[in-house]
């Protein structure tokens, strides 16, 4: 669900936001370069911004974390505190401007990159598919050439990551469609689901 709620994420804001990712800041590093390099300053401060904005909120999830929060549910704090901000934009996608709707997605995105990191007690990543193909692969290949049930085990589980994340972005795509701005809704209802699971502590 966090994979799926990555990619749409993602999607929504390079489609209805000024094609400009809010958790994949490794395409608006490449997009930011670009831009500078054709001299389109208001372009390459748009990149800038979710770059700064997902800084700003690893920083203040750093912070949650590290204070006398820690001590209840961070990890429904932070779910919660995503869902505050994605329901913001959503009620004012037609009023907030481009750059401030980024500016908040990537705080909720890089709340979202700074807490969840385990899945079944390996290493979760949600936000970067190109370190989640290589360890598919890398895994798949333990599993066939050596037996290892482990590898097979994270094999299905990055699997799973990268379809989500691949079902998040066509699915907002789709709704970009229909409900324009408004599709960012769909992320609330993921959010709510996973906030749902922290409920009954099925995460941990």
């Known amino acids: 669900m966090l994979a799926m709620n990555s990619g749409a994420i993602d999607a929504y804001t390079f489609l209805q ?21 054709k001299l389109a300053w208001w372009q390459s401060l748009r990149y800038l911004f979710s770059i700064l904005m997902f800084a700003l909120g690893v920083v203040f999830i750093k912070h949650l974390q590290a204070s006398r929060y820690k001590e209840h549910n961070i ?63 890398d895994n798949f290949y333990s599993f066939l050439r050596f037996k290892n049930v482990k590898s097979r085990s994270i094999s299905i589980d990055t699997f799973l990551i990268l379809f989500c994340f691949i079902l998040g972005s066509l699915m907002m795509g789709l709704l970009t469609n229909i409900l324009d701005e408004y599709a960012i809704f769909m992320n609330v209802i993921i959010v709510l689901i996973v906030l749902l699971f922290t409920n009954q502590k099925v995460i941990k």
């Open 75 to 137: 990890k429904r704090i932070i779910l919660i505190i995503d869902v505050i901000l994605l329901v913001i934009v959503g009620i004012l996608a037609n009023i907030l401007s481009d750059i401030v709707i980024v500016g908040l997605l990537a705080i909720a995105a890089a709340a979202q990159f700074q807490e969840f990191k385990l899945m079944n007690g390996n290493p979760f990543n949600p936000l970067m598919m190109t370190g989640n193909l290589r360890k598919l692969l």
């Open 17 to 37: 936001h000024g094609e400009v990712f809010v958790g994949l800041q490794t395409g608006n590093f490449i997009l930011f370069g670009i831009s500078l390099s």
